[in-house]
């Protein structure tokens, strides 16, 4: 079962877009209303004229740890059993690949850090759309045991890949928010692995 306002849920589109993206908003706003794994809010806003304002409350919100490399967060709209299944048509994907941690009051934080790269892949019946990009990424948590909490700052991101048909309302975007997420490496790999049949560029995280 789904739960919907109107027909959007999950994402919003903010004034000043015109109507195929609020279309856009309708086909992918549904989401599971099942187990939720994890939780938070993302938002992507366009640095466009057009003004797009992208929300995901997220149903999903997973990672994997490598204690020798890196931590990579999987987050969706949808549930990890949609997800796992692999009959996602609608929807959205961040798979979010945290390079290396802040350490307290030895990280200098400046408007040019980064350590996270960012793919988000937004899938609209037959259409898809990556976007790519880099941020700051504060964590919190364990990340052995988890759960793992992890706050975006001023994260960009842009398409870099999409289907014929996928029209693109946000290039480029500035993506913020938070998330608490639990501890689930196979889930992590698989999900990443069908992602990338989706999207080719789906991933750039070390999940082998």
Same mark, same amino acid.
């Given at each position: 079962m789904s739960e919907c306002s109107g027909q959007r849920r999950g994402l919003t589109w903010g004034a000043g877009v015109v109507a195929s993206a609020i279309?856009?908003?309708? @086909?992918?706003?549904?989401?599971?209303? *099942?187990?939720v794994d994890g939780d938070g809010r993302l938002v992507a806003r366009s640095e466009s004229e057009q003004g797009a304002v992208l929300r995901t409350r997220l149903a999903t919100a997973i990672y994997a740890h490598d204690p020798g490399g890196d931590t990579v967060f999987v987050l969706s709209d949808v549930s990890r059993t949609a997800l796992l299944d692999g009959n996602l048509t609608r929807g959205q994907v961040i798979v979010i690949d945290l390079l290396w941690p802040p350490k307290a009051g030895s990280t200098p934080i400046n408007g040019e850090a980064t350590n996270t790269s960012v793919r988000?892949?937004?899938?609209?019946?037959?259409? @898809?759309?990556?976007?790519?990009?880099? *941020?700051?990424?504060?964590?919190?948590?364990?990340?052995?045991?988890?759960?793992?909490?992890?706050?975006?700052?001023?994260?960009?991101?842009?398409?870099?890949?999409?289907s014929s048909g996928f029209r693109d309302m946000l290039s480029p975007a500035t993506l913020t928010g938070g998330f608490t997420a639990i501890r689930d490496d196979a889930a992590v790999r698989q999900i990443v692995r069908r992602m990338r049949s989706i999207a080719p560029h789906a991933a750039t995280a070390s999940t082998r």
């Open positions: 279309a856009l908003s309708a @086909a992918v706003g549904c989401r599971s209303t *099942g187990r988000q892949i937004v899938l609209i019946d037959d259409e @898809a759309g990556s976007y790519a990009g880099a *941020g700051f990424a504060m964590p919190s948590g364990s990340p052995d045991n988890g759960p793992l909490r992890l706050e975006l700052w001023d994260t960009t991101i842009r398409i870099d890949a999409a």
